[in-house]
């Protein structure tokens, strides 16, 4: 796939995105990212061990997390990007619902947008993908991060996401973007209750039918903890989150979006020889 500023993804798959949370209160590593130096040795770690996109947030979206000031997401997020590109040619994802912070995160060396909202909450993020020829991901959730998570309710799940990319990818094209920019995620803990989560990772066809590259974000999310009993402590949950990054591999997802670069790509690499892929 093409990016912006003449990058491009590899064509193997799944690509890993190793995830930066540039914010005080992200439910996984919130704060420890807040100052440079300690975010620029963990993007070079995760280059090291493997990362083939970096993930840049600079607001948290954890549930009940409200709307993040532009100017101080600004702040965090587009030096860190220009930092990075002084050292890295690996592809950047800007995870912002803000078309402002989408178009200056570009300017300043990001390849590819990551809209938890799909383009809902800031419709222009669509023609700033269509300016700068970026990808952009979809994902679906459940109202906004303030709310998902307060009694969530699907008669059907699986077929209601469906549904949902069916209207935003619409949305997309209608608006002048072209089917190659469109990568799509089912939003894993994003407005779900466990059952859903576990529905989705069941169905992973479901999507894949749809056509458009698939990233999956299972990664440290609190239905491992549930299933697992590690409900207070995100930095445990990486045996489930291996677990669910394999089944995204195993069924086709294209991307996985993770915290734990390393485990992540050893297991993918055990499970690739053991089925014989190349």
């Not at 409200?66 to 860190?80: F, G, H, K, M, Q």
């Not at 989408?102 to 023609?127: C, K, Y």
């Not at 974000?217 to 489930?240: C, H, L, Q, V, W």
Request: charged letters at 25%.
């Amino acid at each position: 796939m093409r990016l912006a500023h003449h990058r491009s993804l590899k064509a193997a798959t799944p690509l890993i995105m190793g995830v930066l949370n540039i914010t005080p209160d992200s439910f996984s590593d919130g704060g420890k990212f807040l100052m440079w130096d300690a975010a620029e040795t963990r993007v070079r770690e995760m280059i090291a061990e493997g990362a083939d996109i970096i993930d840049i947030g600079g607001e948290s979206t954890r549930p009940g997390s409200d709307v993040e000031d532009i100017n101080e997401e600004l702040e965090r997020v587009v030096p860190a990007i220009k930092a990075i590109r002084r050292f890295t040619d690996v592809p950047i994802s800007i995870d912002t619902t803000k078309a402002e912070v989408a178009r200056q995160s570009l300017s300043a060396g990001a390849d590819i947008i990551n809209d938890i909202s799909a383009a809902r909450f800031d419709s222009h993020i669509v023609e700033i993908a269509k300016e700068y020829d970026a990808p952009i991901i979809l994902m679906h959730m459940l109202g906004n991060p303030k709310s998902m998570q307060s009694d969530p309710y699907y008669d059907n799940c699986v077929k209601e996401i469906v549904r949902f990319f069916s209207e935003r990818v619409e949305f997309c094209l209608r608006h002048g973007l072209s089917k190659d920019k469109i990568i799509i995620d089912p939003g894993i803990g994003f407005g779900k209750r466990l059952k859903d989560n576990i529905e989705i990772l069941q169905n992973i066809s479901e999507f894949k039918a749809l056509g458009y590259p698939l990233l999956l974000g299972a990664s440290r999310k609190s239905f491992i903890g549930m299933i697992t009993g590690k409900k207070n402590d995100p930095e445990k949950r990486i045996g489930g989150s291996i677990a669910s990054a394999l089944i995204g591999a195993m069924c086709g997802a294209d991307i996985l979006r993770v915290h734990d670069v390393a485990p992540t790509i050893e297991a993918i690499k055990v499970f690739r020889a053991i089925e014989g892929i190349e």
